[in-house]
């Protein structure tokens, strides 16, 4: 039972990859895409879920910084990358992320 008001999004596995709390998508600690320096969100996740329900996204890396941004920011700015195995991802440049400090507060 769930009583932290929290909606946690699960990928394939049954594994959490993060939640829903007051309207902002919380995405776990995970490595940008270096190549592209860029954040990136399951497509599938964002299309059926995110857009509709959020108004913001905020990812945390491994080392503990949170980056935030708006949904209707994500959705102007986004690229797509094709399916890999594990399907559609949509990033957005580093560059159009705030950093936040590691408590949320901004730095």
Request: aromatic share 20%; hydrophobic share 25%; glycine share 8%.
């Given at each position: 039972m769930n009583f932290d008001n929290r909606f946690y999004v699960k990928g394939p596995d049954g594994k959490p990859w993060g939640y829903i709390l007051d309207r902002v998508y919380y995405r776990y600690g995970r490595d940008k895409m270096k190549k592209l320096d860029a954040w990136g969100i399951d497509a599938d996740k964002f299309d059926k879920m995110i857009r509709a329900a959020c108004h913001s996204v905020v990812v945390t890396d491994k080392g503990g910084w949170r980056y935030r941004i708006s949904v209707a920011d994500f959705d102007r700015?986004?690229?797509?990358?094709?399916?890999f195995k594990h399907g559609?991802?949509?990033?957005?440049?580093?560059?159009?992320?705030?950093?936040?400090?590691?408590?949320?507060i901004y730095a």
């Open positions: 700015y986004k690229g797509e990358l094709p399916d559609r991802q949509y990033f957005v440049m580093s560059e159009y992320w705030t950093k936040l400090s590691e408590r949320g």
